[in-house]
């Protein structure tokens, strides 16, 4: 069942704060998040929340952000590749996930269909650096991802003009601001896109008023000196826990990321929560302003048809230049497309990148 408008009103403020983390509510709760430890694991043990596959060889992988900051991915490579050089592509996302979720499920099935592969975790998230955790930046972000093409290009086995990138949910809006300022990537697709800043700033189907903005505004301006006082940030309650009564599609959120579907140990939206002061920067930068600029290079945007997040690929599918594609899968809700092999259209996809690459 897809939420009404009128839900989706109702949870503006209320709905927006729970997913970033910012329930002012919660300032009392201590200054560290439920996970915290994010040094790089050389563990040959598999801790993805999906199967192995046996016909893809895997490594963990570090990299810088031009910010200095130390990225850590997976990085997947198809078995029996051969010499010549692969196109390769960067994946992020969900926002709030880890590479051993959804990220690291769509790198590993391309790299199954002939890519060079990398799903990497975003600064200050998984097993990323950057302090303080749990924290997101339209910024520092979008240059997560160029830092990953930087990565790939570097390596011997990927051919560096032959470059795509995959974002997957708020990291699908970072992953579109990414390429249009990278002209180095030849090709994006964006998956279950949600618009970060769109939808901290103006809630779902853009239901914030100015008066309710201010009012968030002031709130997360205070907790800074609550933060300043304490020296460390506050963070919110736990995310996607349900206490009935909550629209469908948070309901489907705790369904992927709090049962055993989806959950990780190390993902904010399993265990763990953001700083309470994440939307300030959300709150003041939009996102897809440039998205224009992305053409010639194409475009797919991927949705569910039932998903209460559909608007946001069809006004930047408006909003976007050719070339460019809009995919609605039938009957998919947001989180289908995060795992559900039935619902994700990785034909398409491939056939898409394989043009475009």
């Not at 503006?12 to 329930?23: D, M, N, T, Y």
């Not at 953001?274 to 939307?279: A, E």
Request: charged share 20%.
């Amino acid at each position: 069942m897809e939420p009404r408008n009128d839900s989706l009103a109702e949870l503006s403020r209320r709905g927006i704060l729970q997913l970033s983390g910012a329930a002012v509510a919660a300032t009392s709760l201590m200054a560290m998040p439920a996970t915290s430890a994010h040094a790089a694991q050389d563990s040959a043990n598999w801790d993805k929340v999906f199967p192995k596959s046996n016909r893809v060889d895997h490594r963990k992988v570090s990299f810088k952000n031009r910010y200095g900051i130390t990225l850590s991915g997976d990085l997947y490579l198809p078995k029996g590749r051969g010499a010549d050089r692969l196109p390769a592509l960067a994946i992020s996302g969900p926002f709030g996930a880890v590479k051993e979720q959804s990220s690291g499920l769509y790198a590993q099935t391309m790299a199954e269909r002939g890519f060079a592969a990398i799903a990497f975790d975003p600064s200050y998230t998984g097993e990323s650096g950057g302090e303080p955790r749990n924290v997101a930046s339209p910024d520092i972000n979008t240059e997560d991802f160029s830092a990953a093409v930087d990565f790939l290009g570097l390596q011997p086995f990927v051919d560096r003009e032959r470059i795509g990138v995959i974002g997957i949910c708020g990291w699908g809006g970072m992953a579109l601001n990414a390429v249009a300022v990278d002209k180095r990537v030849k090709a994006v697709v964006a998956v279950t896109m949600y618009d970060m800043t769109r939808v901290m700033s103006k809630g779902y189907n853009d239901s914030v008023t100015l008066a309710e903005r201010t009012k968030t505004l002031e709130q997360l301006s205070r907790q800074r000196w609550l933060d300043a006082e304490r020296g460390a940030p506050a963070y919110g309650p736990p995310m996607n826990e349900l206490k009935g009564g909550e629209a469908q599609f948070l309901v489907d959120y705790h369904g992927y990321y709090k049962t055993p579907r989806g959950f990780h140990p190390r993902s904010v939206n399993s265990n763990a929560s953001w700083t309470i002061t994440n939307p300030l920067s959300f709150m003041n930068m939009p996102l897809l302003i440039y998205i224009k600029e992305i053409a010639p290079r194409p475009m797919l945007l991927i949705h569910g048809e039932k998903a209460h997040s559909r608007y946001f690929s069809e006004t930047a599918f408006a909003a976007a230049a050719e070339p460019k594609e809009l995919v609605i899968i039938p009957g998919a809700n947001h989180v289908d497309l995060y795992d559900r092999a039935d619902k994700i259209p990785f034909d398409r996809i491939t056939a898409f990148f394989s043009r475009s690459l």
